[in-house]
């Protein structure tokens, strides 16, 4: 047996970790951290082993299947993509062209040919029925960078190799690896805040491994972050501590800022937060007072009824600060392929609220519904019904509040096609599923998640095993698609299509990749030896761009490349964050958390994920178990307004007294999911079986999966089976 070594960046997680991988040509005998890559700097996680697991998972779909009644069988590629492009051209002939619906999941951020071929499928499909992971994930962070910066994808990052302190809201980078901050080895870097004299404060219902290895946590109440956040804000103009230096020049809105944070001085958010008042005010002196510091918030601040407020207030105490921009602040990166300046260049600098959806009202965001209402537009009769869906690489079904309504509204569609490597909870309800190479068979350059490393890199990874005969990329696959869906319009759109169809093939994502490097800040214009997909090529461990640098005003994406620090749509939602304050906070709300061998659900079918304890159990404090005769280890059932699910409690007092925590990704048990490992070794259960849709952030539409309203009984009592009552809706 030969050995050899392959090189490449792990696309299992945002962290975008370089590994080395050793192989015989068929098999992945090993995989340890690359030294030489510049950003990770051999430092993995137990995910990387993982990347071989996926490829060789016997359950991992080869060829497309089709469904009729519950069996399945494999069909060969015509068959599958003709049926596909029929079925989908039939229900929008005869129910229009918004009858198909499109879900798009997390792993398509992760893979280049699915990011840059998706949008041409969505444009042959012409419908505005389009879903994302986003409005369970970043939303906020997007809607704020659209309104404050002018383009969705210029979300600031904190420079942590320089910073010496650290504000974290909702985040737990210690495990993520960071998100929408690609940190490898984060553990590594807090450490080094503290060894060069820094501090670390974490804002958290839970005392999370990160909060564990701060300075200070500060137990906050699950869904109150904006109140804190406002209430530090209207301290530092109280105080009268702004301090805008440079970015004063090009910064408008400061005034009418503190004009609409009058009303929320520290003694008017401590009730409602659990933080005391004069906790607050230290917490915005110290931060105002600080060198090279950063406020970092993540999916904690997001998935919440005040996500969209949360993310503007945490953007804006950077700004008045004067932390934005600067070294050891929040600052924004300058990718060699920059999906910013390629969408600006088309035109494409997003939009919010052009549109609303058809049943509940909720807003569009660059072209996107919030999924919290997918189910309704799939249930719902009327023009514009959900007839068709398309999913590409998600799990909605685990992924998205309420995924028992929603299961059971796919079960209603005439047609269902997915883009997936496995037959898992959502895919297991489509009519056929068209399985792309795995991501070893495949080329991979982070075209998204340069856009928020904590340092400038580029990384090119070739593929490590060659495709097998009858396998095709996401992007053949999306094109094929695309290209047959336009030929059913008619003689010219096939003809348009055919030609787009070749020119697309030829240049592939390497291709594209190519063009965007050649035309970025490093690129031709950088001398004979510019940016390129062949200069890539020759440096397999990557190529070190150097540290983050100031790069505002010329970074904005605003009309006049100003920051705008007090966006009146965003503004104005202050009032329904005031009223929230005599609001009586629920006896227990759950919240969510992330593990580090799991990334959402995708990786429960690998063994060397899931092997030890079950780890899927409702953590609760000692005190409010004890309140409710509840014992540690027993089956408990834990109730929502959605429903009910049955789970082992183990006690834990890292979390604040009131709240409660269930792992997300779980629930593997359904019937016809074809994942071997997870339904024998991990099936737990699926939180957003508890999650409220009806319940969301009405400024983004965001859905909420943090705070949410639960009770919680022993599993062996008898109890009143009927659904909790329906929220309070936001005034």
Known sequence: MTKATHHRTCNLCEAMCGVVIEHDGREVLGVRGDPDDPLSRGHICPKAVALGEVHRDPDRLRRPQRRTGRDWSDVDWKTALDVCADRLHEVQAKYGRHAVGVYIGNPSVHNAGTLLFAGGFLKALRSFNRYSATSVDQLPHMLAAYEMFGHPLLMPVPDIDRCRHLLIFGANPVVSNGSIMSAPDVK???????ARGGRIIVVDPRRSETAELADEHIA??????????????????AEERIALGRLRGF???????????????????????????????RLARDFAA????????????????FGGLSAWLLYALNIVTGKLDAPGGLMFTRPAADLVKAAAAFGERGHFDKGRSRVRGLPEFNGEYPVSTLADEIETP????????????????????????LSKAMEKLDFMVSVDLFRNETTRHAHVILPPTSTLQQSHYDVAFNLFAIRNVAKYSPPLFPREKGEKHDWEILLELTTRIAARRGPRAAVAS?????GASRLGPDGILDQMLRWGPYGAKSGRRGMSLRLLKTHPHGLDLGPLEPALPERLMTRRKRVALSPPRIATDLRRLAAFREEAPPALSLIGRRELRTNNSWLHNSPSMVKGPARCRLWMHP????????????????????????????????LRPGVVSLPHGYGHDLDDVALE???????????????????????????????????????????????????????
């Open 251 to 281: 910064t408008d809105g400061v005034d009418q800022l503190g004009a609409s944070l009058r009303g929320f001085a520290p003694e008017t958010a401590s009730e409602a937060t659990g933080v005391p008042a004069e906790t607050i005010r």
């Open 382 to 405: 009327g023009e514009g019904q959900i007839r068709a869906l398309v999913t590409i690489a998600g799990n909605p079904v685990l992924s998205t509040p309420n995924g028992r309504r």
């Open 498 to 502: 055919r030609l787009a169809h070749i």
């Open 220 to 237: 906050i109440r699950p869904g109150t972050d904006a109140l804190l956040l406002a209430a530090m804000l209207h301290t530092i103009y």
């Open 677 to 731: 490992v997870a339904r024998r070794q991990a099936p737990g259960v699926s939180v957003n079986d508890l999650t409220d849709e009806t319940v969301v952030d009405e400024l983004s539409g965001t859905a909420v999966l943090n705070g949410v309203p639960v009770e919680v009984s022993a599993a062996a009592a008898p109890t009143d089976r009927s659904p909790l009552p329906v929220a309070t809706p936001d005034p």
């Open 623 to 654: 005190e409010d178990a004890t309140a409710r005769g509840l014992r540690d280890g027993a089956d408990v059932v834990v109730r929502s307004r959605t429903g009910e699910v049955t789970v082992p409690l183990a006690f834990d007092d890292s």
């Open 290 to 305: 600080a060198e090279a510091a950063a406020a970092y918030g993540r999916i904690g601040i997001c998935v919440q009824r």
């Open 188 to 194: 590594k870097r807090l450490k080094a805040i503290k």
